[in-house]
């Protein structure tokens, strides 16, 4: 029997021989859309939003939900209507908020490649502010808002240089990260920043990695942000807003290493204090988390296929695969795994793999389950940065998603089909 506590929110819970996500069996979910199923917890991205604003309770504040950590669209539409802004990585983002009844004035847009498009689309539709990461991002930048008789609204991104003690691949805030602009000429990128005739610089912000469960990091990149905003303004420059960036991690229930990641309510009474200390308390603040307002808010149901014994291993291959949950492939993340009815059987440790053709292919490693054929496993913490990767490769439509909301449900997004996959393909002419 497993029996060990479950991953994350306390909206998913067992009941006799089910889970139940807020008053909703997983079970009925499985037998009317079948598996490989994300499905997600409106009241807990609620309870996780809720953390912030009562951390930034009395406060000039915006969140801006990172949404490529989950963009679906019924996902951004509860954030919108809860009050969101967010933060966008591309066009197509952009394109989202606006489907999904966001305020595109809410909108500040990241990431380093920036097209010369979407910068147009993104000063047509009015966001807040560009989250500018090179100089010559902002020479570009300044072009476009020139051409269209505009000026864009820039946050440069500086780099701290901070090590927030996470994964090399979710960590940015380092010297040899490709983001931002170097602590060190942070300063002269203001100056010119200023210059450009088609900018108008709003703020500054910075972003040091994700899942980090220390809330010293933090301090640390405050520490130099605030050190920047002080020469900067001194310099004549006024910045209206400071961002803060994403990356408070969220607990996975790690067997091993089992750090928890202080609250989002603790974290900014800690970071609020350093803020009022220098001065900077009334200042307008940005946030831009994404892991941490959905990441434990949803589960991915898969049904178990084949049991295959082994000299020295044992697999339990499941139907959901690296293209459904590609975290555990790509960064050797841990997800913790539980079988929806528990068995009184023996438990066996398997590596829980998919059927998809690669080595890398795996879900969970050495896993301890009561399981067979044809039962239905839970794969928790997977709301975040596992549907929004999820891929098509080995020809796999992408797994269908419900939310939740009390007793009630909502298909949020139907199983790809075949036909799906293909819409955008056309053959070439036969030759004779
Ligand atoms: C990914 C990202 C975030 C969100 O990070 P989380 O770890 O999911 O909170 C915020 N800001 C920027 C610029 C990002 O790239």
Redesign the pocket.
Known sequence: MTNSPLAGSPFVARQSKDLLIEQVPLSTLTTTYGTPLFVYSKAAMLSALAAYQRGFAGRNARICY?M??NSSLAVLQVFAQAGCGF?I?SGGELARVIAAGGDPGKVIF??VGKTRAEMQQALRAGIACF?VESEAELEVLSEVAHALEMRAPVSI?VNPNVDAKTHPY?S?GLKDNK?GVAHERALQTYQRAAQLHGLEVVGI?C?I????TDVSPYLDAMDRVLDLVDAIERSGITLKHIDF?????IDYNMPVDNELPPSADDLWRALLAKLDARGYGQRQLMI?????LVGNAGVCLTTVEYLKPGELKNFCIVDAAMNDVPRPAMYEAFHQITPLALRDTESVVYDVVGPVCESGDWLGRDRSLAVEAGDVLAILSTG??CMAMASNYNTRGRAAEVLVDGNKWHLIRRRETAQDLMACESLIPNTP
Not at 288 to 292: A, F, K, L, V
């Open positions: 990172a490529k950590a933060d990585v990241s990431g989250n991104r979710i940015t983001f912000d972003h990695g994700s899942q980090i960036g994403g990356g408070l991690g831009e988390p994404g892991r941490s975040a940065y």
